[in-house]
């Protein structure tokens, strides 16, 4: 069976490149539309109280349907799907770049006294028009500290330093910004920042890479039955985790008897994003 993350259908409606895979009442192409919030949570159930997964300001969000004041579809932040407020999304626009910072703040004017910016997580989508002095101005008439941006065109190099940024951010189930964040977030916010494709939970990533062979290398990752971490070293690991509510560092052998001890969980393989770093 498919899975339903990654599966643009709901029954009621499906994308029409599933026509013929799938059943659904409509197959539709869709209609590609921009997140326009800091953050927006996603929800493969509507009606359930947890969370699933967020999308960043920026994010293209493929609209196949909507109800109730809901979107759904399917994220192009890891492919995937679920429901999300209508009225947080706007038309599509490409960005240009990217957030670079933990985190920077949108200001409703060229100035950076101006009253009520928004605040964007590392990894946002930005869509610059011009600069003034030492911003960047927006197509959405914000302006944000050109240092804090990089073009998307230009990718980091190190997932690892990535990560670092976010540490003492706290621990969200389901969060995938600077303001929360969880364990599979963090390893997919550091990855996309270099380029490197990444779904959004730890079952997926683990089956998205090549298993790792000999010592573990800085930025191999680690998982055990619900978690993954990123190793900064061979004894090092920095993940989101709720034993520490942070991004945090930890030794890689005390966690693993941590976790051991704690909930009975033996490591289950480790695995090289795109052949890991040296």
Known sequence: ?????????????????LRGQVEAARFVQGEDRRVRAPVLDLRCDPGAPGLD???LFGDRFRV?????????GQAERGGYVGWVRADHLGPWLAPTHRVSARSTLAFPAADIKAPGPLRLSLGALVSVTGETRDLCALDTGHYVPASHLAPVTAPEADPVAVAERL???PYLWGGNSADGIDCSG????????CGIACPGD??????AFPRALGAPRRGDLVFWAGH?????????????????????REDFAACTARIKAAEGKDI???TRPQGGLT
Not at 202 to 207: G, K, L, T, Y
């Open 1 to 17: 069976m498919s899975d339903p993350r990654l599966t643009p259908a709901n029954g009621r409606v499906a994308a029409i490149e």
């Open 167 to 169: 540490l003492g951010a």
């Open 228 to 248: 993954v971490a990123m190793f900064e070293d061979a004894q090092t690991l920095i993940h989101a985790n709720g034993h520490h509510m942070a991004v945090a």
């Open 186 to 193: 963090l390893v997919q916010l550091a990855l996309l920042s």
């Open 53 to 55: 997964r967020q999308l």
């Open 268 to 270: 289950l393989m480790m």
């Open 64 to 72: 196949l349907d909507e109800q109730d004041g809901l979107a759904f």
């Open 202 to 207: 730890s079952d997926q990533q683990r089956a």
